[in-house]
C-alpha cells in the first residue's frame, strides 16, 4: 500500500487511479479518503488523488501538533512522491480549509481549487456547534460514535453496506489527532488572506445549506476569480449524496478553465 512519510516520520497513507490532469481530494476531520468513493469514476477523465489525512483512516498520527501549515505541506509530499508539481486542490467541508491553506502556501503548485461546503471561517452558530460537539465526542473518545453519526448523515437510507463500510474506516481515526483537527478547524481563519488566491476557485454550495450561504459573499469579494454554484434539492453532503452532478460540475470546470492549458479533453 502506498505511503509517503509525512514530517516527524508521520506515514501519510495515499491512493492514486486515473491519468491525466492531477485532483487531490481532502475530506473532513473524522472521515477518511472513502469518502470520495463516488468520485472514482472521474478516473476516466483525470489522475485521482485520495488520502487520509494524518491520524484519520491509514494514515498514522504522527507527534506533531496539527496546524493547517502541517496539512497543506502532507499534501505537497504527496505530489512530490508522484512526482507532480501542480494539481487541482479539491476540498470537502472543513477539507476547504486545508485546500485554502494549500493554495496560499504553495501557489506554484495550485492549478485551482474546488471546494463542497467551505468556509474561510466559523463564525456562524451552527457550524460553531458541530465543531464543538467534534471537539467534545473525540475528546471523549467516542470515535465509533462519531463514524456511525458520520456514516449516517453522508449516506441514504438504502445505502446500507456503504454506510457500513464508511462506518468501519473512520472508525480508525485517532482520538487525539481528531480533537485537535477540530479545534485547528474552529479557530482557522483564511478571510484575510483570500486575495492571495489568484488560480481559479470553484465553490459549491448545497442549496439547504442555509447557514453556510453568507460565506459565500466572503469569497466573492476576496477572490478575484471565483465561480460559486449552487446544487439544488441538496444538503451538505454533495460528494455522496448528489455525486453524479458534483461530478458533472468538476468536469465542466475543469474542461472550461484549463484544458487550454492542460490538454484535458
Do not use: C, W
Not at 481530494?25 to 478516473?43: N, S, W, Y
Not at 504553495?106 to 463542497?116: D, G, L, Q, Y
Not at 460528494?239 to 492542460?262: C, G, Q, W, Y
Request: net charge positive; glycine share 6%; hydrophobic share 40%.
Amino acid at each position: 500500500m502506498p505511503y509517503v512519510q509525512g514530517r516527524f516520520q508521520s506515514p501519510i497513507y495515499y491512493e492514486t487511479i486515473g491519468k491525466g490532469l492531477p485532483i487531490v481530494f481532502i475530506h473532513p476531520p473524522g472521515m477518511g479518503l472513502i469518502t470520495f468513493e463516488k468520485q472514482r469514476d472521474l478516473a476516466k477523465h483525470f489522475q485521482l488523488i485520495f488520502f487520509d489525512i494524518r491520524g484519520n483512516g491509514r494514515s498514522g498520527a504522527g507527534s506533531e501538533q496539527i496546524t493547517m501549515s502541517l496539512l497543506a505541506e502532507d499534501i505537497a509530499r504527496i505530489l512530490d512522491e508522484l512526482n507532480i508539481r501542480k494539481a487541482v486542490i479539491f476540498g470537502y467541508s472543513n477539507g476547504g480549509s486545508i485546500a485554502q491553506e494549500f493554495a496560499l502556501s504553495h501557489p506554484e503548485r495550485t492549478m485551482a481549487v474546488i471546494m463542497s461546503g467551505p468556509f474561510p471561517e466559523v463564525n456562524s452558530f451552527i457550524l460553531r456547534t458541530e465543531f464543538r460537539l467534534g471537539l467534545l465526542v473525540s475528546r471523549l473518545k467516542r470515535i465509533s460514535f462519531l463514524a456511525k453519526a458520520l456514516a449516517f448523515a453522508h449516506t441514504k437510507n438504502y445505502e446500507t453496506a456503504f454506510r457500513e463500510k464508511m462506518a468501519n474506516y473512520f472508525a480508525h481515526g485517532d482520538p487525539n489527532i481528531v480533537y485537535q483537527l477540530y479545534k485547528e478547524g474552529l479557530h482557522y481563519r483564511s478571510t484575510n488572506r483570500l486575495q492571495e488566491i489568484h488560480a481559479p476557485v470553484l465553490v459549491i454550495y448545497a442549496k439547504f445549506d442555509f447557514y453556510l450561504h453568507h460565506y459565500s459573499k466572503m469569497f466573492i469579494q476576496r477572490l478575484a476569480d471565483i465561480e460559486l454554484v449552487t446544487v439544488d434539492k441538496a444538503t451538505h453532503q454533495i460528494p455522496t449524496k448528489n455525486a453524479p452532478e458534483l461530478n458533472r460540475i468538476i468536469v465542466d470546470f475543469i474542461n472550461r478553465r484549463l484544458s487550454p492549458i492542460t490538454g484535458v479533453d
